[in-house]
């Protein structure tokens, strides 16, 4: 079946020791996304790929960062966690075009920092 | 700014009734709406989606219905049913601009058997 896959579901780090998730996806869209969510709000977008060209909003911190190396895979960089970016890190992916297009929703990876 | 709201954080229900669930929007630009479904410990699921040049989109138990001019939309599902009970999530985009998908914070429903 086609679909997002997030790596690790669950991530434990140290303050201010750089951490790295993955995701990957076989449905081959052009348009990945990085959304934070934590508890009890919606989820936030930090960033988001259309094919290689790197959308940054603007309220997403310069600790965040995201690498898309090819199509299938994405990844978010946190340079020096704090211990309020303890959140679930959440990929998705679209296809661009028509009326509109629904966001595909990996898992999630849960982030713990200690 | 919050440009999509879901100003009921919770909502309980009777199996077999009707649960609405309810987002409003302040960004006139938003042209395609969504709602999603969340479980604990799982990333959301699409439901449902419609675009504004539709008043109402059917599939199944779930209806959205799309007030454009009081900027409102509500999600119905008839009849209501225990597996029902999770976090909805309505979420907007602008299918020409930015292809950024804004979600509000969702509202937590309960089905009571």
């Known amino acids: 079946d086609a679909m997002v896959i997030q790596n690790p579901r669950y991530q434990v780090t140290q303050f201010g020791k750089p951490v790295t998730l993955s995701c990957s996806q076989t449905?081959?869209?052009?348009?990945m996304y990085w959304y934070q969510q934590k508890s009890s709000q919606a989820p936030k977008l930090l960033f988001h790929y259309y094919d290689k060209d790197f959308n940054n909003e603007a309220d997403t911190p310069d600790n965040f960062q995201s690498r898309r190396p090819n199509t299938s895979f994405c990844f978010l960089d946190i340079r020096s966690p704090g211990l309020g970016d303890a959140a679930m890190y959440l990929c998705?992916?679209?296809?661009?075009?028509?009326?509109?297009?629904?966001?595909?929703f990996g898992n999630g990876t849960r982030l713990t920092v200690t | 700014d919050q440009q999509v709201k879901q100003n009921s954080p919770s909502l309980s229900v009777q199996e077999g009734r009707i649960s609405i669930l309810n987002c409003d929007y302040t960004n006139s630009m938003f042209d395609y709406f969504l709602w999603y479904k969340k479980y604990p410990a799982e990333g959301p699921t699409f439901l449902i989606s419609?675009?504004?040049?539709?008043d109402k989109n059917e599939d199944g138990r779930f209806t959205v219905f799309l007030n454009k001019s009081a900027k409102h939309l509500s999600l119905h599902i008839v009849p209501s049913q225990p597996g029902d009970s999770a976090v909805y999530f309505c979420?907007?985009?602008?299918?020409?601009?930015?292809?950024?998908?804004?979600f509000g914070t969702g509202t937590r429903l309960k089905v009571l058997a």
């Open positions: 998705a992916t679209s296809r661009v075009g028509g009326l509109g297009s629904p966001l595909h």
């Open positions: 979420a907007a985009s602008e299918t020409s601009g930015t292809y950024k998908y804004i």
């Open positions: 419609i675009s504004s040049i539709k």
């Open positions: 449905l081959n869209h052009n348009v």
